[in-house]
């Protein structure tokens, strides 16, 4: 296979226009226009709206928790839950995760505590935890990475032997369930992403879920709602409103699921068939679950079996306008401001530095057909038949 085949080297690349990773599942016009409608004509466009409070008794529904509380983005929505659950001290998590899950922790004055991975998984490394802990510990913030969990009923039993508090960075894992019961429904609470490149979208937004009464109350004065029943005693509030117009989407977004989830699991399918022949890309499933929303087709690249690096790999898709992502990258522990603050860590996380060395995301959701995945798939075949050659060149 020749070079000449390769946008990056002067050829038509293999789209017209960029191929994006985002699930970016959105309504009909139709069905935005009613609903935008709606809103217009009760002229009530925040603070607790009919189709705020609607949505929040639907995803309490589908989700199976007694208390789901939308906020404007998840981001928010994890500073809420360090304040509402007390915390102080430290905090363990992944430093193999988006920088909002440390910078909440930052916001509420607790000091991250990084744990690395499981290289096979993406997800935080269990056995490595209980050494973490030690007085000052007070909660541990499990992340569900790839519609696939860090196997939150054993993260539970961990949490409780060391006498510490557990909640959950949920972005990536709306409507999974572990043997039968919905993400959402585990630790003190967890939290969703609604942004676009979710499955459940709301353009932006997201929601904390709780089982826990005196919470709930407590993330409900600091969201602030106004219309809370029974007020609680809070250090603080937050601009944590979700408008109406973000719930009409996400209400329109939550019955389109089960079609959604269908289709990622289809492309996911037809991912799978073939990078599964394709030496050095190594596709990641998710684990830990009995159910998955499919939201991420993720592979890491092996140089030495695959033939060129993930970087060239990313930059050979960039040209045929693909828009693949390192993801997550780097690690947190090598972000500012803890790659000064807490440098400790930069020689300790051997497996969370060879993943975001390695870690490609590929397109999925609404935008991708399975004819986009064949040509997709069929780029990665050439590039590694012609990686010598590729890499002979790009050099030069």
């Not at 919470?215 to 409103?241: F, K």
């Not at 190594?282 to 009995?290: E, F, K, N």
Request: glycine share 6%; aromatic share 10%.
């Amino acid at each position: 296979m020749s070079t000449t085949n390769f946008a990056l080297f002067g050829a038509k690349p293999a789209f017209d226009k960029p191929l994006p990773i985002g699930q970016l599942y959105f309504p009909s016009w139709q069905r935005y226009e009613a609903a935008f409608h709606g809103i217009f004509e009760r002229q009530y466009y925040n603070n607790n709206g009919p189709l705020h409070n609607k949505l929040e008794e639907k995803l309490q529904q589908f989700l199976g928790v007694q208390h789901a509380i939308c906020v404007s983005n998840a981001t928010i929505g994890l500073m809420m839950v360090a304040d509402a659950m007390g915390l102080s001290g430290k905090v363990i998590l992944p430093a193999f995760t988006f920088i909002a899950s440390a910078q909440s922790l930052t916001w509420a004055g607790l000091k991250p505590v990084f744990c690395d991975i499981n290289l096979a998984t993406h997800q935080i490394a269990l056995d490595q935890i209980s050494g973490l802990i030690d007085k000052d510990v007070s909660a541990i913030m499990g992340v569900n990475l790839w519609g696939g969990s860090c196997n939150p009923k054993e993260l539970s039993k961990l949490a409780a032997a060391n006498g510490v508090q557990l909640y959950f960075d949920s972005a990536h894992a709306f409507g999974c369930t572990v043997d039968g019961v919905s993400i959402g429904n585990f630790g003190d609470a967890e939290v969703f992403s609604f942004h676009a490149t979710k499955i459940l979208s709301a353009t932006e937004g997201g929601c904390i879920c709780t089982n826990d009464e005196n919470l709930a109350e407590r993330l409900r004065s600091i969201r602030p709602s106004y219309g809370t029943d029974n007020p609680v005693s809070i250090v603080r509030v937050a601009n944590a409103r979700m408008s109406e117009a973000q719930a009409a989407i996400a209400l329109m977004s939550l019955e389109d699921f089960p079609e959604n989830q269908k289709n990622n699991e289809t492309l996911y399918r037809y991912y799978e068939t073939q990078l599964d022949t394709i030496p050095g890309l190594h596709l990641v499933r998710p684990t830990g679950v009995s159910f998955s929303n499919y939201q991420y087709v993720v592979c890491s690249v092996d140089e030495r079996e695959f033939g060129i690096p993930r970087d060239l790999l990313i930059e050979i898709l960039k040209a045929e306008n693909v828009v693949a992502r390192r993801y997550f990258y780097p690690g947190l522990h090598r972000t500012i401001p803890y790659v000064n603050d807490l440098s400790y860590y930069q020689d300790r996380l051997l497996n969370t530095d060879s993943l975001c060395a390695s870690c490609i995301q590929l397109p999925i959701g609404a935008l991708v057909t399975a004819q986009s995945v064949e040509r997709i798939c069929n780029i990665l075949i050439q590039a590694h038949q012609s990686s010598a050659e590729i890499s002979s060149r790009y050099e030069k």
